[in-house]
């Protein structure tokens, strides 16, 4: 095959990162002049092998600081930076396009009860079961956040009012069915607190948008938790309740 082609050199060089092996680099020449592989050109492949190594595990470490720099770091979900990030390109976006889109802000009940009677690192258990639960039910064109402690938020684009109070009926739940482990033995259950304000039915901008949700979640909390509500502009809306 490499004589049908015209090769007439062809060299394969191990490609290593953090003394991994990563892959080959091939390198090949249709130049008729005759190569002699000598120590010269065994140390020439060897420094391309490497530079390209190096070259690569820069752009892995860009990658990852990256990753990082938009992640949060217990539950994996995004963080508050890249939120407000997204949340102004989802409503330029629905502005030139038109469409709406919807925003869901959810809160831990009784979070804090959690840790003072179970300890911080089961608290912790429960931020990421629920974190897994959010980016299980989630759609793949939703944005998940946490948005700081107990919090969550999840952008949802292109989706109405009554898509959205479905999808938080559904995570709602599922929450509530699902059994968080404490320790070596024993397991709690959760309810959620949740708000959801809707662009551009709500507000006009991403500011009053995120006041939107958050009225709407302090008044589930204000009306007996594990309850989802829709701002419907000063006022608040029951969408449903427990069960």
Same mark, same amino acid.
Request: glycine share 6%; charged share 25%.
């Given at each position: 095959?490499?004589? $049908? =082609?015209? #090769?007439?050199?062809? *060299?394969?060089?191990?490609?290593?990162?953090?003394? $991994?092996?990563?892959?080959?680099?091939?390198?090949? *020449?249709?130049?008729?002049?005759?190569? #002699?592989?000598?120590?010269?050109?065994?140390?020439?492949? &060897?420094?391309?092998?490497?530079?390209? /190594?190096?070259?690569? @595990?820069?752009?892995?470490?860009? =990658?990852?600081?990256?990753?990082? &720099?938009?992640?949060?770091?217990? !539950?994996?979900?995004?963080?508050?930076?890249?939120?407000?990030?997204?949340?102004?390109?989802?409503?330029?976006? /629905?502005?030139?396009?038109? /469409?709406?889109?919807?925003?869901?802000?959810?809160? +831990?009940?009784?979070?804090?009860?959690?840790?003072?009677?179970?300890?911080?690192?089961?608290?912790?258990?429960?931020?990421?079961?629920?974190?897994?639960?959010?980016?299980? #039910? /989630?759609?793949? !064109? @939703?944005?998940?956040?946490?948005?700081?402690?107990?919090?969550?938020?999840?952008?949802?684009?292109? !989706?109405?009012?009554?898509?959205?109070?479905?999808?938080?009926?559904?995570?709602?739940?599922?929450?509530? $069915?699902? +059994?968080?482990?404490?320790?070596?033995?024993?397991?709690?259950?959760?309810?959620?607190?949740?708000?959801?304000?809707?662009?551009?039915?709500?507000?006009?901008?991403?500011?009053?948008?995120?006041?939107?949700?958050?009225?709407?979640?302090?008044?589930?909390?204000?009306?007996?938790?594990?309850?989802?509500?829709?701002?419907?502009?000063?006022?608040? =809306?029951?969408?449903?309740?427990?069960?």
């Amino acid at each position: 095959i490499l004589r $049908k =082609e015209g #090769i007439v050199f062809f *060299s394969v060089i191990p490609l290593l990162s953090d003394k $991994k092996f990563t892959g080959f680099l091939f390198l090949a *020449s249709r130049n008729r002049k005759k190569i #002699i592989f000598d120590f010269d050109v065994a140390a020439l492949l &060897s420094l391309i092998g490497n530079n390209v /190594s190096l070259i690569l @595990d820069k752009i892995k470490l860009f =990658e990852e600081t990256k990753r990082l &720099s938009i992640t949060d770091g217990l !539950t994996g979900l995004y963080n508050r930076r890249h939120f407000y990030k997204h949340l102004d390109i989802e409503v330029a976006r /629905s502005k030139r396009y038109g /469409s709406s889109f919807a925003l869901m802000l959810f809160d +831990i009940d009784n979070f804090k009860f959690i840790n003072d009677t179970y300890g911080h690192q089961t608290g912790d258990e429960v931020l990421i079961g629920l974190a897994n639960i959010l980016r299980s #039910i /989630s759609r793949e !064109t @939703d944005l998940v956040v946490r948005y700081g402690g107990e919090e969550f938020i999840i952008i949802l684009p292109n !989706t109405a009012e009554k898509e959205a109070v479905s999808l938080a009926n559904r995570i709602k739940h599922a929450v509530e $069915k699902h +059994i968080f482990p404490v320790n070596d033995s024993g397991h709690i259950r959760i309810t959620l607190s949740g708000g959801i304000s809707s662009y551009p039915k709500n507000a006009s901008d991403a500011k009053s948008l995120l006041n939107a949700a958050d009225n709407a979640l302090y008044a589930a909390k204000a009306a007996g938790k594990n309850k989802i509500l829709c701002f419907k502009g000063t006022l608040v =809306e029951k969408s449903f309740q427990k069960t």
